[in-house]
Nanobody, 122 residues
């Protein structure tokens, strides 16, 4: 069973930064493509960013490109989402997930974290 545990959400003012963390087992970390999705109130879950690191390839939604960065720390099996220059429209529940497929579709991601709230005030 794959377990994903997110942390690091909270409330921040527009223009501020937050870093989300997602910790999983070593087996998952080395075997899967890791990604972040988000879901705003009343909307569907949408792709934010993904990364696979053999070789290192990252991909971002247009709405966050240049502001968000996905990265990993091999020493503690953690994937990060650094979010800078946050906007009120970034307010959502953020989910860590993983897949064997290079995809931006929720249907291709098998395991999900519990989600963590990010709120950006104007």
């Amino acid at each position: 069973q794959v377990q994903l545990v997110e942390s690091g959400g909270g409330l921040v003012q527009a223009g501020g930064s937050l870093r989300l963390s997602c910790t999983t087992s070593g087996r998952t970390f080395n075997s899967y493509i890791m990604a972040w999705f988000r879901q705003a109130p009343g909307k569907g879950r949408e792709f934010v960013a993904r990364g696979n690191w053999n070789p290192s390839i990252t991909y971002y939604a247009d709405s966050v490109k240049g502001r968000f960065t996905i990265s990993r720390d091999d020493t503690n099996n953690t994937v990060y989402l650094q979010m800078d220059n946050l906007k009120p429209e970034d307010t959502a529940v953020y989910y860590c997930t993983c897949s064997k497929i290079l995809s931006i579709s929720t249907a291709d991601y098998n395991y999900w974290g519990q989600g963590i709230q990010v709120t950006v005030s104007s």
